[in-house]
């Protein structure tokens, strides 16, 4: 099938939930290959490297769920209603993932921080730069409910990273057990780091 | 050097930080063989696996770290004032695996759950098993604290779960941005997690 227009794009289709499910260093190119229907020498007509492509999956995974957190977290909902749905649409995802996959592959962005954190630096650069947005989208949010008077935290920014991190933290747990209910726990648990009570209309 | 009676313990000693910073995937045995100066005929007198060999590590390591968890937690200070010294040794633990190896490696544990929680059964089994006991040994002194009026939580075991979820998620930023800053929060997320007040004496 050689360069077909949408080989590459069959790379990245392929290469996503393979890198989701198994991670970096246990998958190997032939492999991405083989499940995309694509010779070898496409793959590197495309991409320059095994971490090149992992890169391109990143963003592209980044591209969409940044959609989904700005649709979630800017609508005009009031703030900590905001972040309920956010908890909410997380605990969806990663219960359509085991449904469609048979296990919880967990939070792409966490699984390679810590597989490959301290291993690439263009790796670490890209997480770090999804974590920072990710971390600034919520504090937006909390700054907002700060100002409403909802909120009861010295630092937004401080705040949002441990919410990001309760989030993290539960993802793994859900993972580890194969179980989506440690999920259930988010909005709890940011209330009480916020210091907040929930919204009456929650 | 072969089979002589410290072969063994060099491959255990030699693995561990090799698992840790690159992951279980990226590791081989050839170079664990290197790096303990054995040959790889020894190894497999001694392991089965890699996989066998990596559950020894999990094992010994924590072995060393219910150690330390039970020193700290079963200590006679007050309920919340241990939990302020896990988290001050977890960070001074990171704080000196940074500086013996310029980056820092985060939690075994959580790495390799990200890395291996739906991949491996004997892996998961073993590593549900380690933050089923760290969580009930977080529930204990939760429950204490609860006796004393010190913390206002339905149920100590989510609690901790989630005390252990926080520790696991601001680790992930630690390694992320190879900074120990973040775990300087625990305690404060700790404490808002449990609806608790700084205790009087720390």
């Not at 694509?38 to 991409?47: A, C, D, I, Q």
């Not at 974590?131 to 008077?149: D, K, L, N, P, S």
């Not at 920014?157 to 993802?171: C, H, I, M, N, Y």
Request: proline letters at 3%.
């Amino acid at each position: 099938m050689g360069r077909t227009s949408d080989a590459k794009e069959r790379i990245l289709t392929a290469a996503h939930p393979l890198l989701e499910r198994r991670g970096y260093s246990a998958l190997g190119v032939a492999e991405i290959c083989t499940a995309a229907g694509v010779p070898k020498g496409s793959f590197y007509y495309f991409f320059a490297s095994k971490e090149a492509l992992a890169l391109a999956v990143i963003d592209e995974h980044w591209a969409t769920e940044k959609r989904e957190w700005d649709r979630i977290l800017g609508s005009d909902a009031e703030p900590l209603e905001r972040l309920r749905r956010l908890f909410e649409a997380t605990e969806a995802g990663q219960r359509a993932g085991q449904k469609s996959c048979g296990s919880i592959s967990g939070c792409l962005f966490g699984n390679l921080s810590l597989e490959m954190g301290n291993q690439t630096e263009a790796m670490r650069e890209r997480l770090q730069e999804i974590f920072e947005a990710r971390t600034e989208t919520v504090a937006r949010v909390i700054t907002e409910a700060q100002e409403r008077g909802e909120a009861a935290v010295p630092d937004a920014r401080a705040a949002a990273q441990s919410v990001v991190a309760q989030l993290e933290g539960q993802v793994l747990f859900a993972k580890l057990y194969n179980d989506t209910a440690p999920l259930g726990t988010l909005w709890v648990n940011c209330l009480a780091l916020l210091g907040a009570k929930a919204p009456v209309h929650a």
